[in-house]
């Protein structure tokens, strides 16, 4: 089993790049979120993998970062995801977004995924409930269910999850939906 890569970086195709480990190019599968903070071609990088062995074909695919991998490999253990999908996943929205997503069981989140549809979105959060994101402690910000509903607001019109949980952050605890989404966009627009 290849469980990490260290070399040259020889090419970056995404979402492939070439791995070059003393004369040997390794052509490993990425996603979006390792491929941009990988170094520019000639430079030295490492790379946690996952090789996957099939019929028809074996593939190897690279992580800049131990949860990315292992958020990799629990999404491929759902019946009708593969590895394409997982890192499609992963390219679409961090680790940590990921595990918030599972934890509040927001599907719209992963709908947004270019290739998840509401029924693999509703697999994910029943399938990875309990083992990704539970030991993640969500700030007590996020733990009412109007704050959740103004978190999911904000990313509908467009603000990152990045964006929209930052605003949260200045709200009162018990703030109403309505005046918490006003709240938050005036919040936003500073």
């Known amino acids: 089993m290849i469980g990490k890569l260290t070399g040259i970086l020889a090419e970056r195709n995404p979402p492939q790049v070439v791995v070059d480990c003393h004369g040997v190019g390794y052509e490993v599968d990425v996603p979006m979120s390792t491929f941009y903070n990988l170094p520019g071609a000639g430079e030295r990088v490492s790379l946690l ?19 990315e991998r292992a958020a990799f ?6 019946s009708g995801v593969g590895p394409r999908t997982a890192l499609g996943v992963l390219s679409g929205m961090s680790v940590g977004e990921l595990a918030q997503a599972i934890t509040l069981q927001e599907a719209g989140r992963l709908v947004k995924i270019p290739g998840i549809g509401k029924k693999t979105a509703e697999r994910l959060l029943l399938e990875l ?13 996020a733990a009412t269910d109007a704050q959740a509903d103004i978190l999911q607001a904000l990313v509908a019109l467009g603000y990152s999850d990045k964006e929209a949980a930052a605003s949260l952050k200045a709200l ?16 936003l627009a500073k």
Do not use: C, N, W
């Open 129 to 141: 409930k309990g083992k990704l994101g539970a030991d993640i402690a969500l700030p007590t910000h």
């Open 73 to 78: 490999r629990l999404l491929i253990k759902i």
């Open 49 to 67: 993998t996952h090789f996957v062995v099939r019929e028809d074909a074996q593939i190897l695919y690279g992580f800049g970062t131990a949860e």
């Open 172 to 187: 009162p605890k018990e703030v109403a939906v309505g005046e918490g989404i006003k709240l938050a966009l005036r919040a």
